[in-house]
């Protein structure tokens, strides 16, 4: 079946573009993360989804950062006026559970979006 | 927070030869993941540890995590060219939907 699927792979930005990355989960799955990994870096959390609901938001790095997934399937990461920190490639990841306390549920990722803000 | 730390983060190994990356973390979780990058590409599960004790083996690499030590390692036996990767743990916080905080990575170069 189909793994998780984003687009663009590639976004060329200049400095102020707004930019919208998009995630394809595989189908039925409940949660849904973003993840954006710097250059030579670990993936960093950004923010998750437990169907529709917008549940931790914690590691947006600011307000220019904006996360939806109104059906609870289909997720758009938004960067409003790109800086070029925002420079990196985002993950994202769906995984067929709730997860957390509730138990295991693995993580299957994208191929994530590389930006570069020029 | 959370903090993980993986050492080391550059290897440069001979082929045939045995190494350990390790990966320690500051919390209390007993669910933690190997994973493996290789350039351009998205993460590739390696093996997943669920409990204290556990010990994961897929061909030259095995797994295993120690909870109470807080200290998880990637054993490396006979090491082969196609090993060449970066190799991530990640540790479930358990909280929300089961998020993960990496380390650094480890930059693996196996040479002939």
């Known amino acids: 079946g189909a793994g998780v699927s984003q687009s663009p792979r590639y976004k060329v930005a200049k400095r102020g573009q707004d930019v919208a990355l998009r995630c394809d989960p595989i189908?039925?799955?409940?949660?849904l993360f973003w993840y954006q990994q710097a250059l030579g870096q670990g993936p960093e959390f950004l923010t998750y989804f437990q169907n529709e609901a917008q549940l931790d938001k914690s590691g947006l790095p600011s307000d220019r950062f904006f996360a939806e997934r109104p059906e609870g399937s289909v997720s758009t990461l938004k960067i409003q006026r790109t800086q070029q920190e925002d420079s990196a490639v985002y993950l994202c990841?769906?995984?067929?559970?709730?997860?957390?306390?509730?138990?295991?549920?693995?993580?299957?990722f994208g191929p994530g979006t590389r930006l570069t803000v020029l | 927070e959370l903090k993980v730390e993986q050492n080391p983060l550059f290897l440069s190994m001979q082929e045939g030869k045995n190494y350990t990356i390790y990966c320690n973390y500051s919390t209390t979780s007993d669910r933690l993941y190997w994973y493996r990058q290789d350039p351009g590409k998205s993460l590739e599960s390696l093996f997943v540890l669920l409990s204290n004790g556990a010990v994961k083996q897929e061909g030259r690499l095995m797994a295993s995590l120690d909870t109470k030590a807080r200290l998880s390692t990637l054993h490396i036996t006979a090491a082969v060219h196609d090993l060449s990767a970066t190799y991530f743990c990640?540790?479930?916080?358990?909280?929300?939907?089961?998020?993960?905080?990496f380390g650094e990575g480890t930059q693996l170069t196996v040479n002939p």
């Open positions: 990841a769906s995984s067929r559970l709730a997860g957390g306390f509730l138990g295991y549920s693995e993580q299957f």
């Open positions: 189908s039925g799955h409940v949660s």
């Open positions: 990640a540790v479930d916080e358990e909280t929300s939907g089961s998020r993960l905080t």
